[in-house]
């Protein structure tokens, strides 16, 4: 069975851009979620999808959207972005929101120069 | 759900066995621990989850005490491979609840050879 797979796997943009990161959960998962790694903050939570639907959001200004569609698959947004937007982006998918053991993709590296 | 607390660093030897602790004094009734670890500039991965009981899996062994104000991740034969950031995570599981995972900063293992 494939992983997650998260595209692109490293992206640069510069300030004030916009970009989409697309996460394809494992076969059969309906939850997704997403993470932002820094070195600084570490991993925080950024949002959590189940059957199309938001769930529960961590504590990021309103620039940070996402989406689920019927097949699962998810796409996050950071609109108008800043220096410090610049993170790995982590996707876990897990097959029920809520259940013990989630899986992780390999991460979008994000720059903004 | 609950704070964790955990030793920044430790080393181990190669072949040894790593014991990781884990200090969660405030965990309520409901909530588990989970383990997960995260090997440089990949996603996290699970390793192993328990309630009261202690629990065996083919990766690691976690022995969690008896007022759960603490637990312990064992490694019982720790390889180069096993060089990673373990995080030890407290959360309610439920059908009703989200995936929702509250990293701290955990604890970086350098197996040497």
């Known amino acids: 069975k494939a992983g997650v797979t998260q595209t692109p796997r490293y992206l640069i943009k510069t300030r004030g851009q916009q970009v989409t990161l697309s996460c394809s959960p494992i076969s059969g998962h309906r939850s997704v979620s997403w993470y932002q790694q820094t070195p600084g903050q570490g991993l925080q939570f950024l949002f959590e999808y189940f059957s199309e639907t938001q769930r529960n959001k961590g504590n990021f200004p309103g620039r940070f959207s996402g989406r689920q569609f019927s097949n699962s698959r998810s796409e996050m947004n950071v609109s108008t972005l800043e220096l410090g937007d610049s993170a790995l982006y982590l996707c876990?998918?897990?097959?029920?929101?809520?259940?013990?053991?989630?899986?992780f993709g390999p991460g979008t590296r994000l720059t903004v120069l | 759900d609950a704070k964790t607390t955990q030793p920044p660093s430790m080393d181990c030897a190669e072949g040894r066995a790593a014991n990781l602790p884990c200090n969660h004094s405030?965990?309520?009734?409901?909530?588990?621990v989970y383990w997960y670890r995260q090997i440089h500039s990949q996603g996290p991965q699970y390793i192993i989850h328990?309630?009261?009981n202690n629990e065996t899996n083919e990766m690691a062994s976690l022995i969690i005490t008896e007022d759960r104000k603490s637990s312990t991740l064992i490694l019982p034969h720790a390889t180069l491979r096993d060089t990673a950031v373990y995080y030890c995570i407290v959360r309610v599981h439920g059908s009703g609840n989200t995936g929702k995972l509250i990293f701290g900063q955990g604890t970086t293992l350098q197996v040497k050879p």
């Open positions: 328990g309630l009261k």
């Open positions: 405030t965990i309520s009734g409901n909530e588990y």
């Open positions: 876990a998918s897990s097959q029920l929101a809520g259940t013990h053991e989630q899986f």
